[in-house]
């Protein structure tokens, strides 16, 4: 019953404060699920009038919006998340209902549905209030308690918005079962009438003025226009028209004028890329060529180098041999002239 809020800390075993707020609105909307179940099977008693099946038809479904309602409970774990948001769009539906349970629309004259079921419907109407209550606790709301649908966020009035168009078109769908399930019995019209009218009161107590879109069923794509959507078009002209194979040679020409003038443009870019290669070439070229002369010259200077030192070493080594004698002494007692 409360399996995501969890219902461990309805037991106690871990957690001080027990179930919160929305875990309890859960406990209490099954609660009142089943009470509201059983006098539902008492409130016609054996009276089997058209209007008075209104009557039953809307607090089915009313009885069917609760179980829509524990279900979006049962998924979430906020105070004011989205699934509390959705079931409060069925607390409305109940809200708009006890609002006008004297006067119900359903063709002709209004229908008062408390007086329908007289027998049950104190205890009917008792059970219906809790639900409302518990289910537009977390919207704001003033100091008569009335829901202050304009403080809401955009986001959430839209989300409650939808939820109510979902059940509208749900209900626009009944007629075909009921014409199976009571064929010839009742004013079928009438019945999907007033269900019609319910949803739209209550999205007018919302404060929305535009009515639910149309809804709009998916087809799936032939392949013929699966391979236009995928590959042959862009995503702005997607599904302009039938694909034709003149269309798809056209199509074809064009991606191949388009590759041809990229390769152009490539060819280009390559034949400058070549020319400079070929410019580069030619410079280092003609710089080896310099380096070669300047290596040879280099090569020339050291030869010369080279002999000019040879032939100082040479002339070093011969020029004691060649030196004059050194002069002779005089003699002993003769004289000097």
Not at 116 to 129: K, S
Not at 193 to 208: I, K, M, P, S, T
Not at 226 to 242: I, K, Y
């Amino acid at each position: 019953m409360a399996i995501a809020r969890p219902p461990i800390v309805a037991y106690g075993l871990y957690g001080f404060g027990g179930p919160d707020a929305p875990t309890r609105r859960l406990q209490t909307l099954v609660v009142q699920r089943g009470v509201l179940a059983q006098l539902l099977d008492c409130y016609l008693g054996c009276e089997c009038g058209s209007d008075a099946v209104v009557c039953q038809v809307l607090l089915d479904k009313l009885l069917s919006d609760v179980d829509r309602a524990i279900d979006l409970y049962a998924q979430g774990s906020a105070e004011r998340g989205e699934p509390e948001v959705r079931a409060a769009a069925y607390g409305q539906l109940v809200a708009t209902f006890l609002q006008n349970a004297q006067k119900i629309a359903a063709g002709g004259t209004p229908i008062s549905c408390p007086a329908r079921g007289a027998v049950a419907w104190d205890r009917l109407a008792n059970t219906l209030e809790t639900i409302r209550d518990a289910l537009l606790e977390p919207l704001p709301k003033d100091q008569q308690d009335n829901v202050k649908f304009a403080e809401l966020d955009p986001t959430q009035r839209e989300q409650m918005r939808e939820e109510l168009c979902l059940q509208k078109r749900a209900d626009e769908r009944l007629i075909d079962t009921l014409a199976l399930m009571t064929p010839g019995c009742h004013e079928l019209v009438r019945i999907t009438g007033a269900l019609g009218w319910l949803v739209d009161q209550a999205l007018q107590a919302l404060g929305v003025s535009e009515s639910c879109p149309e809804p709009r069923p998916f087809v799936p794509q032939t392949p013929a226009e699966s391979l236009d959507t995928q590959a042959f078009r862009p995503s702005s002209n997607r599904g302009a028209g039938p694909v034709t194979l003149g269309t798809i040679a056209k199509t074809y020409l064009e991606k191949f004028e388009m590759t041809a003038k990229t390769v152009e443009a490539g060819l280009a870019e390559l034949k400058v890329f070549v020319a400079t290669r070929e410019a580069l070439e030619q410079r280092v070229e003609t710089q080896e060529g310099k380096l070669t002369k300047l290596e040879e010259k280099v090569r020339e200077l050291q030869e010369s180098v080279n002999k000019l030192r040879k032939s100082s070493s040479a002339s070093s080594t011969a020029a004691p041999s060649e030196a004059p004698p050194p002069p002779s002494s005089p003699e002993p007692g003769a004289k000097k002239t």
